[in-house]
């Protein structure tokens, strides 16, 4: 069976708005690194019976328990008692770390306090790890099921010492394992309807796991694998993730976790040689944004007009004003004539426009609040793609931003 592990963060400044728990993240990349799965995190206060209660649950259900922080002097660094508690070890005062303690204040010119001795106790049984960058020993716990490890709570003392201590002490005790992972980034569907299309494919499959994630018109798809080796492992992603990949065609516009719609275009438009501009109304500037956000954006972006008015749009692209007053800045040829007043105006490969009602005012009954039109115009012509958002006029707009990436994208060669 896999190995499972969890993490308890240790410290009521973690439970305030002020502080958020990130340590956790680095131990969870390491652990996933061994093959090990992180199944419960959690963030428990300074209190002494809650802790060793959660100690107790989580050694008795999982293989690997890692504590976070609570390693200092002071009375409200209560993780070694908890821990010590929780196990039904003592508590012994270590000689060695002691003697590491003194001398680390002596290096620094500092005299010891007296509770500074509180550090160097350690669990009964237990392999201290040092740690160069603090005054904090971490502890290691074999145990009949795994390990508990106790970790410094300060970021610069815990990576060096989750990498060079605690990963050289778990790999020889884990059988091989490993996971691996493969996501779809994808845009154009609902999450409920991606769902729906997909489900009958991953649910058959208790391995790999298969998690959907959302943001505003953006969506994921994660295959989390867990085997043997990297090939078993790799064979069942395939497995799973290619039919939904079939299923899903042009949506996924990624397979890198990190790669954002506006890099995937902005990778193709430097791929082609093609420059860009943009013709926005409703987004307001939003568009031309995304497009800059990435370094190296001038190798394909050229300019982005915010023609908010109907004066600004016949004066900047040279929209028609008849075409205004006969068919309304919001409609499809309007759209054309944006995209294609751009792009003849910046001298671009492409122009591409938006133009709609993002609210909460305005629109009409054929066109309510949300409708957008996207425009492109390119070599091959010009296209005009009509949308219908629901929601407020942040989500309008975002979503305006991520379609008209998106017809971007699917009109730009492969």
Do not use: W
């Not at 080796?229 to 996924?252: F, T």
Request: overall charge neutral.
């Amino acid at each position: 069976m896999p190995k499972i592990a969890e993490i308890i963060a240790i410290g009521s400044e973690l439970l305030t708005p002020q502080r958020v728990d990130t340590n956790s993240l680095i131990v969870t990349e390491h652990l996933n690194l061994l093959g090990v799965e992180v199944v419960t995190k959690h963030v428990i206060g300074d209190d002494r019976e809650r802790l060793t209660e959660a100690i107790r649950r989580s050694v008795d259900r999982s293989d690997i328990v890692i504590l976070i922080g609570g390693l200092g002097p002071t009375e409200d660094d209560v993780t070694r008692d908890s821990a010590a508690a929780a196990l039904g070890r003592k508590l012994v005062l270590s000689l060695e770390q002691e003697s590491v303690l003194i001398s680390r204040f002596r290096r620094i010119n500092r005299p010891m306090a007296k509770i500074n001795l509180r550090q160097a106790y350690l669990l009964e049984g237990a392999e201290a790890m040092p740690n160069p960058h603090g005054t904090a020993p971490g502890q290691f716990v074999s145990t009949d099921r795994g390990a508990v490890a106790l970790l410094p709570g300060p970021p610069r003392e815990l990576q060096p010492m989750v990498e060079n201590e605690l990963v050289p002490r778990l790999r020889p005790v884990l059988p091989p394992q490993v996971i691996r992972v493969r996501t779809f980034r994808i845009t154009g569907i609902g999450e409920s309807d991606l769902d729906t299309l997909i489900a009958p494919v991953y649910t058959k499959y208790a391995n790999p796991v298969t998690t959907l994630l959302s943001s505003t018109g953006d969506l994921f798809v994660h295959l989390r694998a867990t085997a043997e080796s990297v090939k078993q492992a790799d064979a069942l992603l395939r497995e799973v993730g290619n039919p939904i990949a079939e299923l899903l065609g042009d949506r996924v516009y990624s397979e890198d976790e990190n790669e954002s719609l506006e890099m995937v275009v902005g990778r193709l438009l430097r791929k082609q040689r093609a420059k860009i501009a943009t013709a926005e109304s409703c987004t307001g500037g939003l568009l031309a944004a995304r497009l800059t956000d990435q370094g190296g954006s001038s190798d394909y972006f050229v300019a982005g007009y915010v023609t908010y008015t109907d004066a600004q749009k016949a004066e900047i692209l040279g929209v028609p004003r008849e075409l205004i007053e006969n068919h309304s800045a919001v409609s499809e040829p309007v759209a054309a004539a944006m995209a294609e007043g751009a792009r003849r105006k910046a001298n671009a490969t492409y122009g591409v426009s938006t133009t709609g009602y993002a609210g909460p005012d305005g629109g009409t009954e054929f066109d309510p609040v949300g409708t957008v039109y996207l425009g492109i115009a390119g070599p091959a012509g010009t296209r005009v793609l009509r949308v219908r958002y629901g929601g407020d006029r942040y989500r309008t707009r975002t979503l305006a931003t991520q379609g008209a990436l998106d017809l971007l994208r699917k009109t730009l060669p492969k």
